[in-house]
């Protein structure tokens, strides 16, 4: 887990900074995915991110099983595993139940990170990754982190944290919560840089993790505008690198630990190759002139009639 680097978070747990993430779209778990997660952790990953929308928990909970079984892992404590609180869930009374659910899931005594998934809340029900206009309602941020603090008293996770929250939304979380977030996970590559979060996260001790660091071309938000970039192709041409690769050499070097998706075996290896060479100036200094463009605008999120009336108040301008 130290060849990848580590980051320290404000909880005192230590988190690698390359993860693989679990999310596949549509949302659905397979035999495919399970023994791409074994593969993984047999060529050194450590960090899985899941969350409860992704349907990849229980699939997760039998690879580490497995993993253990056979050797590949020999302690919990080896893998650093992340969930998420989906918006159904994002309730006071009900963050409690859906970590629990959660760990049944990945067959977990606890996570070492929990997430609010989005900030926005939805009518209580089954897990699901679309809503009609009237089950979003209004997110009472409060309750819910004060829920959230009460899982890492509990220990059901290591670390509490939030996805997808703008400078704004982390200053208002700053001022009631007794246990500051330790990350926020957010979309972040080249071509969405994210420099003002990133700024205003160091300075609060909020680590910041780049979701999509690709630029998540099978989401359905996705786009492939990262991985078919010309500043990016000319870099990777001088280097010798592979696209990708320059592309998590980049946020790695921000200081930002990432999140990589693939079940392809040469393309988790190739991830990982990306420790023992470095951008030159010149090249960090094109990358930072790239045209930025926000993928994830979550406009399942916003409505006229609703508590978020457009995608601009939803991330606070900042998109």
Same mark, same amino acid.
């Given at each position: 887990?130290?060849?990848?680097? +580590?980051?320290?978070?404000?909880?005192?747990?230590?988190?690698?900074?390359?993860?693989?993430?679990?999310?596949? /779209?549509?949302?659905?778990?397979?035999?495919?995915?399970?023994?791409?997660? %074994? !593969?993984?952790?047999?060529?050194?990953?450590? !960090?899985?991110?899941?969350?409860?929308?992704?349907?990849?928990?229980?699939?997760?909970?039998?690879?580490?099983?497995?993993?253990?079984?056979?050797?590949?892992? =020999?302690?919990?404590?080896?893998?650093?595993?992340? &969930?998420?609180?989906?918006?159904?869930?994002?309730?006071? =009374?009900?963050?409690?139940?859906?970590?629990?659910?959660?760990?049944?899931?990945?067959?977990?005594?606890?996570?070492?990170?929990?997430? $609010?998934?989005?900030?926005?809340?939805?009518?209580?029900?089954? $897990?699901?990754?679309? /809503?009609?206009?009237?089950? $979003?309602?209004?997110?009472?941020?409060? &309750?819910?982190?004060?829920?959230?603090?009460?899982?890492?008293?509990?220990?059901?996770?290591?670390?509490?944290?939030?996805?997808?929250?703008?400078?704004?939304?982390? $200053?208002?979380?700053?001022?009631?919560?007794?246990?500051?977030?330790?990350?926020?996970?957010?979309?972040?590559?080249?071509?969405?840089?994210?420099?003002?979060?990133?700024?205003?996260?160091?300075?609060?001790?909020? =680590?910041?993790?780049?979701?999509?660091? %690709?630029?998540?071309?099978?989401?359905?938000?996705?786009?492939?505008?990262?991985?078919?970039?010309?500043?990016?192709? +000319?870099?990777?041409?001088?280097?010798?690198?592979?696209?990708?690769?320059?592309?998590?050499?980049?946020?790695?070097?921000?200081?930002?630990?990432?999140?990589?998706?693939?079940?392809?075996?040469?393309?988790?290896?190739?991830?990982?190759?990306? /420790?023992?060479?470095?951008?030159?100036?010149?090249? &960090? !200094?094109?990358?930072?002139?790239?045209?930025?463009?926000?993928?994830?605008?979550? +406009? %399942?999120?916003?409505?006229? &009639?609703?508590?978020?009336?457009?995608?601009?108040?939803?991330?606070?301008?900042?998109?």
């Amino acid at each position: 887990m130290g060849g990848m680097g +580590e980051v320290c978070l404000s909880s005192g747990m230590r988190m690698p900074l390359v993860g693989m993430g679990t999310a596949t /779209f549509p949302l659905s778990p397979s035999v495919e995915m399970k023994e791409a997660i %074994l !593969h993984a952790m047999e060529l050194g990953y450590r !960090h899985f991110d899941a969350a409860a929308v992704y349907n990849s928990e229980q699939i997760l909970g039998e690879a580490i099983e497995e993993a253990m079984g056979r050797g590949i892992i =020999h302690t919990r404590q080896q893998l650093f595993i992340t &969930s998420k609180l989906w918006c159904t869930d994002a309730h006071g =009374h009900l963050v409690l139940p859906a970590l629990h659910k959660s760990l049944q899931n990945l067959r977990l005594a606890y996570v070492d990170l929990y997430l $609010i998934h989005f900030p926005a809340s939805a009518k209580p029900g089954e $897990i699901r990754i679309t /809503f009609d206009k009237d089950e $979003i309602i209004p997110f009472d941020m409060e &309750s819910v982190w004060e829920a959230m603090e009460e899982c890492q008293r509990f220990g059901l996770t290591k670390s509490i944290g939030v996805s997808n929250f703008s400078c704004k939304k982390l $200053i208002r979380l700053l001022s009631t919560s007794k246990i500051p977030p330790a990350v926020n996970q957010v979309e972040m590559h080249a071509l969405w840089q994210q420099k003002k979060l990133r700024e205003f996260c160091m300075e609060k001790g909020i =680590h910041v993790s780049a979701y999509s660091p %690709l630029g998540g071309r099978d989401a359905p938000w996705g786009t492939n505008k990262v991985m078919e970039c010309e500043v990016l192709k +000319e870099i990777a041409k001088a280097k010798g690198k592979t696209v990708a690769q320059i592309c998590l050499r980049w946020v790695y070097e921000q200081g930002v630990s990432l999140l990589v998706k693939s079940f392809n075996k040469e393309r988790l290896r190739e991830n990982l190759l990306i /420790f023992d060479w470095a951008l030159t100036e010149e090249e &960090s !200094h094109k990358i930072s002139l790239i045209p930025q463009a926000k993928g994830c605008l979550a +406009e %399942l999120f916003v409505s006229d &009639s609703g508590p978020y009336k457009s995608i601009e108040e939803f991330w606070d301008g900042e998109v």
